[in-house]
């Protein structure tokens, strides 16, 4: 079936890094993706999410890239700070005639130490 | 302004009993979709409502219902709980049925024994 993936579960890194979580999605035709980040105890907290008209997003201290060619997505955290340390979700919005679903990634677990 | 809100956090039923989790959207978004989150098979689409009618169904067996209400708010039921229901449920509202921005409540954690 269709599904939104991840090429990495746990990501580890030093307090200033940059961090790259990549994503590999399988749909051609989703045109929306996301960046969820979720902290133990709480739901998945919206990052930034991108059309698939672009290629590149920014945001504060994340930029989000889109590869349509390959179906790659990837989230750069800047300056990789304690506090980022989390799950980190891709997900794609499949739209269609009903609504919307959201089909997630599995997941990668970035871990920060300073 | 208020976030998702879903009720109760946790909760223990046996097997063969059956739930209902509440969710409250965020004041002036009318779009609810549930997930349920398990170690094993990551977050999956259950449905989502819109003006009171479900739009959209994930790949889930009939026991798993929901509905919404005039005011957004929404439910959701599993009735015949099985151990593999154990889940964290979470609940995400948005303006409209045409995706963009959902944002997730808290969840509620079900265990069943």
């Known amino acids: 079936g269709e599904s939104v993936g991840l090429h990495l579960p746990t990501l580890s890194v030093q307090e200033g890094d940059n961090s790259i979580i990549n994503c590999a999605y399988s749909?051609?035709?989703?045109?929306?993706f996301i960046w969820y980040k979720q902290e133990s105890g709480k739901g998945p907290q919206f990052i930034i999410d991108?059309?698939?008209?672009?290629d590149k997003r920014q945001g504060q201290r994340v930029t989000v890239l889109l590869n349509k060619t390959v179906k790659h997505l990837s989230l750069q955290i800047a300056a990789t700070q304690p506090g980022d340390s989390a799950v980190y979700f891709c997900?794609?919005?499949?739209?269609?005639?009903?609504?919307?679903?959201?089909?997630f990634g599995k997941g990668t677990t970035l871990s920060v130490s300073s | 302004k208020a976030g998702v809100t879903q009720t109760p956090r946790y909760l223990i039923k046996t097997r063969g009993q059956q739930v209902t989790l509440s969710c409250s959207p965020i004041?002036?978004?009318?779009?609810v979709s549930w997930y349920q989150q398990t170690p094993g098979q990551g977050l999956q689409f259950l449905f989502e409502?819109?003006?009171?009618?479900?739009?959209n169904k994930g790949n889930f067996p009939g026991r798993f219902s929901g509905r919404q209400f005039s005011n957004s708010r929404s439910e959701m039921n599993v009735s015949t709980l099985e151990l593999g229901d154990s889940a964290l449920y979470l609940c995400?509202?948005?303006?409209?049925?045409?995706?963009?921005?959902?944002?997730f409540g808290p969840g509620t954690r079900l265990t069943v024994t």
């Open positions: 995400a509202s948005s303006v409209s049925s045409q995706g963009v921005e959902q944002y």
């Open positions: 749909n051609s035709a989703s045109d929306y």
């Open positions: 991108i059309r698939s008209n672009m």
């Open positions: 997900a794609e919005n499949t739209r269609n005639q009903a609504g919307t679903a959201l089909i």
């Open positions: 004041s002036g978004h009318r779009s």
């Open positions: 409502y819109f003006s009171e009618t479900q739009r």
